[in-house]
């Protein structure tokens, strides 16, 4: 049984960071992807950060790169999103979510996460 506990959200001012962390269990490291994504109030979730947990291939939407860093520590269990440079447009409620079926060193739409979190509020004041 894979468990995934976000937690690291709060509210911050544009130009803040936070630091979001996710303890897994139940999870296998050797050939899977594991990422953060994000669901602002009236919008649809979307992906922010993914990470192919055998290689260590990342990879960002658009509007958080060179800001947000996703990193992976399997001695924790651990899977850590810092974001820097936090904008208005960052604040959501972010979501820590797994899968083990990455095709080949790609990690697929939201739909083939299976694992999910419940979630950590993410604010961001002007």
């Known amino acids: 049984q894979v468990q995934l506990v976000e937690s690291g959200g709060g509210s911050v001012q544009t130009g803040g960071s936070l630091r979001l962390s996710c303890a897994a269990s139940g999870y296998t490291y050797s050939n899977g992807c594991m990422g953060w994504f994000r669901q602002a109030a009236g919008k649809e979730r979307e992906g922010v950060a993914t990470?192919?947990?055998?290689?260590?291939?990342?990879a960002y939407r658009d509007a958080v790169k060179g800001r947000f860093t996703i990193s992976l520590d399997m001695a924790a269990n651990t899977l850590v999103l810092q974001m820097n440079s936090l904008i208005p447009d960052d604040t959501a409620m972010y979501y820590c979510?797994?899968?083990?079926?990455?095709?080949?060193?790609?990690?697929?739409?939201?739909?083939?996460?299976?694992?999910w979190g419940q979630g950590t509020q993410v604010t961001v004041s002007s």
């Open positions: 979510a797994a899968h083990q079926s990455p095709r080949g060193t790609l990690c697929g739409p939201l739909a083939a996460y299976l694992y």
């Open positions: 990470i192919l947990t055998s290689e260590g291939i990342t």
